[in-house]
């Protein structure tokens, strides 16, 4: 909903998030460091937004569960779940090797439609593919969220940003080994969207870029349960993994460990696809 002072104030499941939608000539005026631009042009801003660095997460997360006994398989390939008399019972790794459990929770990103297709549970996938660039080091008073036209772009650790967008997915040319690749132009050409974003001389230039598939079930919507068809098979997937990751793991662990069903995730149940 746009008010009269031209905020939006959008409304979801989980609550609201106050954003503005600025043009371009107003938004050096109310954000550090950034460039004002040409009447007409839009940014939405996000003032409360925050950010996280997810390698330094996953790994802090990591540190944690081993410190309380866990045990952590990297390198497995593509594993699939186990199946005994209708119940979920572990999984198999791509080597043969099987892991035994109570219950199991794929999360997969993009390859958890494929995984879950094994059991002959259709949970639609609308992953695109994607780009994200992290930047060199560079000195700007820009320390906020932004989404426009051309970039979309946050703090990064290191004095860096993230950037991606969605302009240039269809030219990213995905290959048989599911590995994908990009001409390095339209990696410049993102950057040099971003860097006219930002007051003074700034020339963004890229540390990295990955490619692959940006995880997405097939209505937007974050997909998270237990599996009716499937006993003791949990599903996590999302688009919003810095977003939802921590407390969407507090109620999976909570569903798995009580066989309770949470209210929180009523509206995110995989057998809405079957219903609806």
Same mark, same amino acid.
């Given at each position: 909903?746009?008010?009269?002072?031209?905020?939006?104030?959008?409304?979801?499941?989980?609550?609201?998030?106050?954003?503005?939608?600025?043009?371009?000539?107003?938004?050096?005026?109310?954000?550090?460091?950034?460039?004002? %631009?040409?009447?007409?042009?839009?940014?939405?801003?996000?003032?409360?937004? %925050?950010?996280?660095?997810?390698?330094? !997460?996953?790994?802090?997360?990591?540190?944690?569960?081993?410190?309380?006994?866990?045990?952590?398989?990297?390198?497995?390939?593509?594993?699939?779940?186990?199946?005994?008399?209708?119940?979920?019972?572990?999984?198999?790794?791509?080597?043969?090797?099987?892991?035994?459990?109570?219950?199991?929770?794929?999360?997969?990103?993009?390859?958890?439609?494929?995984?879950?297709?094994?059991?002959?549970?259709?949970?639609?996938?609308?992953?695109?593919?994607?780009?994200?660039?992290?930047?060199?080091?560079?000195?700007?008073?820009?320390?906020?969220?932004?989404?426009?036209? &051309?970039?979309?772009?946050?703090?990064?650790?290191?004095?860096?940003?993230?950037?991606?967008?969605?302009?240039?997915?269809?030219?990213?040319?995905?290959?048989?080994?599911?590995?994908?690749?990009?001409?390095?132009?339209?990696?410049?050409?993102?950057?040099?969207?971003?860097?006219?974003?930002?007051?003074?001389?700034?020339?963004?230039?890229?540390?990295?870029?990955?490619?692959?598939?940006?995880?997405?079930? %097939?209505?937007?919507?974050?997909?998270?349960?237990? !599996?009716?068809?499937?006993?003791?098979?949990?599903?996590?997937?999302?688009?919003?993994?810095?977003?939802?990751?921590?407390?969407?793991?507090?109620?999976?662990?909570?569903?798995?460990?009580?066989?309770? &069903?949470?209210?929180?995730?009523?509206?995110?149940?995989?057998?809405?696809?079957?219903?609806?």
């Amino acid at each position: 909903m746009r008010a009269a002072d031209g905020s939006l104030r959008p409304l979801g499941r989980s609550g609201c998030q106050e954003s503005h939608l600025l043009d371009r000539a107003d938004v050096g005026g109310q954000v550090a460091g950034v460039r004002p %631009g040409p009447q007409g042009g839009l940014a939405i801003h996000n003032p409360g937004e %925050g950010w996280v660095s997810l390698p330094h !997460l996953i790994q802090e997360l990591a540190d944690e569960l081993v410190r309380r006994g866990g045990r952590l398989v990297t390198g497995a390939g593509r594993c699939s779940v186990i199946v005994e008399d209708g119940r979920a019972r572990g999984v198999r790794t791509a080597d043969g090797t099987s892991w035994s459990g109570d219950a199991v929770v794929v999360a997969c990103g993009a390859q958890t439609s494929s995984v879950l297709a094994e059991l002959g549970v259709n949970l639609p996938d609308a992953s695109p593919l994607s780009m994200l660039v992290v930047t060199e080091p560079v000195e700007t008073e820009a320390v906020t969220v932004l989404n426009t036209p &051309r970039a979309a772009m946050r703090p990064h650790p290191g004095a860096t940003f993230a950037i991606d967008h969605s302009w240039y997915e269809e030219h990213i040319v995905e290959h048989e080994d599911g590995s994908c690749s990009i001409d390095e132009a339209y990696v410049k050409e993102l950057l040099a969207e971003a860097s006219a974003l930002l007051q003074g001389e700034v020339s963004l230039q890229a540390a990295s870029w990955r490619l692959g598939r940006k995880p997405i079930p %097939g209505d937007g919507e974050p997909v998270f349960g237990e !599996l009716e068809a499937v006993p003791g098979c949990h599903v996590a997937f999302t688009h919003s993994g810095a977003t939802l990751g921590l407390i969407a793991g507090e109620l999976t662990a909570y569903e798995v460990l009580t066989g309770a &069903r949470h209210p929180l995730l009523k509206d995110f149940r995989p057998e809405r696809f079957a219903t609806g």
